[in-house]
C-alpha cells in the first residue's frame, strides 16, 4: 500500500514539475520572440505578421513594444520577422518535445 502511495507521489510530482517546466518555457520563448528592426523592438506574434503581411503600401509606421512608431519597409520587416517567428517556434516545439519525454521516462 505505501509503495502505491509513493508511485502516486512521484507522479503527482512530475507532473507539476512538468507544467511548471512548460509555463519557464513559454515565457523564454515569449522572450526570444522579440525582434529588434530599424531602432525598434518588437514582439512577433501572429497578428503582427497577419497585419504587416496585409498593408497595401511598401513603408508604414508601426508601434513598438516602447510604444514609438518605428518606419519599417513593409517586405524586408516581413521577411526578417517570419525568419525569426518560425526559428522560436522551432526552438519551442523542440524542447517541448524533449520536456514531454522527460516526463515519460
Given at each position: 500500500?505505501?509503495?502505491?502511495?509513493?508511485?502516486?507521489?512521484?507522479q503527482?510530482?512530475?507532473?507539476?514539475?512538468?507544467?511548471i517546466?512548460?509555463?519557464?518555457?513559454?515565457?523564454?520563448?515569449?522572450?526570444?520572440?522579440?525582434?529588434?528592426?530599424?531602432?525598434?523592438?518588437?514582439?512577433?506574434?501572429?497578428?503582427?505578421?497577419?497585419?504587416?503581411?496585409?498593408?497595401?503600401?511598401?513603408?508604414?509606421?508601426?508601434?513598438?513594444?516602447?510604444?514609438?512608431?518605428?518606419?519599417?519597409?513593409?517586405?524586408?520587416?516581413?521577411?526578417?520577422?517570419?525568419?525569426?517567428?518560425?526559428?522560436?517556434?522551432?526552438?519551442?516545439?523542440?524542447?517541448?518535445?524533449?520536456?514531454?519525454q522527460?516526463?515519460?521516462?
Amino acid at each position: 500500500m505505501s509503495n502505491e502511495i509513493e508511485n502516486l507521489v512521484d507522479q503527482v510530482r512530475q507532473s507539476t514539475d512538468y507544467q511548471i517546466n512548460k509555463r519557464i518555457l513559454k515565457e523564454k520563448i515569449k522572450t526570444d520572440l522579440h525582434m529588434p528592426y530599424n531602432n525598434g523592438m518588437f514582439l512577433i506574434e501572429p497578428s503582427l505578421l497577419a497585419f504587416i503581411a496585409t498593408w497595401p503600401d511598401e513603408v508604414l509606421y508601426v508601434e513598438d513594444i516602447y510604444e514609438n512608431p518605428i518606419e519599417i519597409k513593409r517586405d524586408d520587416f516581413l521577411y526578417h520577422a517570419r525568419l525569426h517567428y518560425q526559428t522560436a517556434m522551432n526552438t519551442w516545439h523542440q524542447q517541448h518535445a524533449e520536456l514531454k519525454q522527460i516526463r515519460k521516462i
